[in-house]
């Protein structure tokens, strides 16, 4: 009997079974900003063959035991200080070293390979788009949205509770955002591969903005499919 299936939410397999994200990428289905939706409205409205996707989705969960692949499952358990201190110090420090290497980069090749790839500007002003957005909002999180669930945490009041889901609530769109330029970027560089005139930097600015689409996407789904699921399942119980 198969695992998955096309009715359950993306952002619960991609929890589950957090090998499906890498499929998930491949496809270009959104498992963080678009966690809450079924599976087959992503497919529907992307035009992918479900049960092609559907057969390597449960393909690929049993060729990984869950030992080896279902670490995630493992944040819904801990403490909820213990979620958001790996995520400042796993993705929010990642973000503050990397966003100004890759920004000079951005830079660098602009200027050089410019002239010939005019979607480079593009790629630049989408690449500070959202460094400006995602440092103003690493900040907010480190400053106001933690320590109130951290503060939840401690006194187990229902009006602490109720006040961490309200900035919650206020954050969730900024996520949004940031996984659409994601997207931009990903389609203006054509998956992120350099063009075959493309220097050394060429190559390494793709493959940066690579990497920081994927540290991006994991730090929204702990956020969006654990950390907040579990902070609003708490509010209905209280």
Same mark, same amino acid.
Request: hydrophobic content about 35%; glycine content about 2%.
């Given at each position: 009997?198969?695992?998955?299936?096309?009715?359950?939410?993306?952002?619960?397999?991609?929890?589950?079974?957090?090998?499906?994200?890498?499929?998930?990428?491949?496809?270009?289905?959104?498992?963080?900003?678009?966690?809450?939706?079924?599976?087959? /409205? &992503?497919? =529907?409205?992307?035009? %992918?063959?479900?049960? @092609?996707?559907? #057969?390597?989705?449960?393909? !690929?969960? +049993?060729?990984?035991?869950?030992?080896?692949?279902?670490?995630?499952?493992?944040?819904?358990?801990?403490?909820?200080?213990?979620?958001?201190?790996?995520?400042?110090?796993?993705?929010?420090?990642?973000?503050?070293?990397?966003?100004?290497?890759?920004?000079?980069?951005?830079?660098?090749?602009?200027?050089?390979?410019?002239?010939?790839?005019?979607?480079?500007?593009?790629?630049?002003?989408?690449?500070?788009?959202?460094?400006?957005?995602?440092?103003?909002?690493?900040?907010?999180? /480190? &400053?106001? =949205?933690?320590?109130? %669930?951290?503060?939840? @945490?401690?006194? #187990?009041?229902?009006?602490? !509770?109720? +006040?961490?889901?309200?900035?919650?609530?206020?954050?969730?769109?900024?996520?949004?955002?940031?996984?659409?330029?994601?997207?931009?970027?990903?389609?203006?560089?054509?998956?992120?591969?350099?063009?075959?005139?493309?220097?050394?930097?060429?190559?390494?600015?793709?493959?940066?903005?690579?990497?920081?689409?994927?540290?991006?996407?994991?730090?929204?789904?702990?956020?969006?499919?654990?950390?907040?699921?579990?902070?609003?399942?708490?509010?209905?119980?209280?």
């Amino acid at each position: 009997m198969n695992k998955f299936n096309s009715t359950q939410k993306i952002g619960t397999i991609a929890t589950e079974f957090p090998k499906s994200k890498e499929l998930f990428k491949e496809y270009r289905i959104d498992f963080c900003c678009g966690g809450e939706r079924p599976l087959h /409205e &992503a497919l =529907q409205e992307q035009n %992918i063959n479900e049960d @092609e996707l559907i #057969n390597k989705l449960n393909s !690929l969960y +049993e060729d990984y035991s869950a030992e080896n692949d279902l670490s995630d499952k493992a944040w819904q358990e801990a403490p909820l200080s213990q979620l958001t201190d790996h995520i400042v110090n796993t993705h929010h420090a990642y973000l503050w070293s990397e966003l100004p290497r890759i920004s000079k980069l951005a830079t660098t090749i602009l200027r050089v390979h410019g002239e010939h790839h005019p979607e480079l500007s593009k790629v630049h002003k989408l690449f500070h788009t959202i460094k400006m957005e995602l440092e103003l909002h690493l900040a907010k999180e /480190e &400053a106001v =949205q933690y320590p109130a %669930i951290k503060k939840f @945490e401690e006194t #187990n009041s229902a009006a602490d !509770l109720k +006040e961490a889901v309200r900035i919650i609530r206020e954050l969730q769109d900024e996520h949004t955002e940031a996984g659409n330029i994601l997207k931009e970027l990903r389609d203006i560089t054509d998956d992120f591969t350099a063009p075959e005139d493309g220097c050394e930097t060429y190559e390494l600015t793709y493959k940066k903005l690579h990497e920081l689409e994927s540290d991006v996407f994991q730090h929204i789904h702990l956020e969006s499919n654990i950390l907040f699921p579990r902070l609003f399942e708490l509010e209905e119980k209280l």
